[in-house]
């Protein structure tokens, strides 16, 4: 299992689907790391959101609610892990421990992150999803954009009128 977290949620509007985008916590390379895009409607990114955000509403929201029951039944969020993808479709389990026991239910990973989130339990994908369901997120460190910063400048200050001229 590798732990993961929120890189960014982009919510474009009501009407259209959003991306939930996770990041491996793992060792980055020489400037380079995985990204994990996960497809989700506009509830679920509002959800997301208010969790990221650690907002709190006037009157309790589904998740609120589910978070309350679970606490009065002697019970916490242990951790979710993403177990499963098929196409662009992921599958979870929330785990919550109660007392010494563990109790594992079969989640969508948007309601089981913004559990997790809400109550700030650790969430994992497993390590062959994240490799079926990864893409290379590359970028650059300060010396790196120094250095095209130079270039840049250095090409400009060589410019002349004639460089325009056909």
């Given amino acids: ?9 982009i919510f474009t509007g009501p009407e259209q689907p959003a991306v939930l985008v996770l990041e491996p916590i793992e060792d980055q390379q020489a400037g380079k790391s ?34 309350d029951a679970i606490t009065n039944l002697d019970a916490c969020v242990d951790h979710v892990v993403i177990d499963r993808v098929e196409g662009q479709t992921f599958f979870a389990k929330l785990v919550l421990r109660q007392g010494g026991r563990l109790i594992e239910l079969d989640a969508r990973p948007t309601d089981a992150l913004s559990l997790a989130i809400r109550e700030d339990s650790p969430f994992m994908i497993d390590e062959t999803v994240l490799e079926q369901a990864s893409f290379p997120y590359l970028f650059k460190d300060d010396k790196a ?12 200050e060589g410019l002349s009128p004639e460089d325009f001229s056909q």
Wanted: hydrophobic share 55%; proline share 7%.
């Fill in 1 to 9: 299992m590798v732990p993961l977290r929120v890189l960014t949620l």
């Fill in 34 to 67: 995985r990204i994990v895009p996960v497809w989700i409607g506009a509830n679920e990114a509002m959800q997301l959101g208010v969790a990221l955000e650690h907002a709190k509403l006037p009157r309790p929201m589904t998740h609120d609610l589910f978070i």
């Fill in 145 to 156: 954009k120094e250095v095209e910063l130079q270039e840049f400048h250095a090409f400009i």
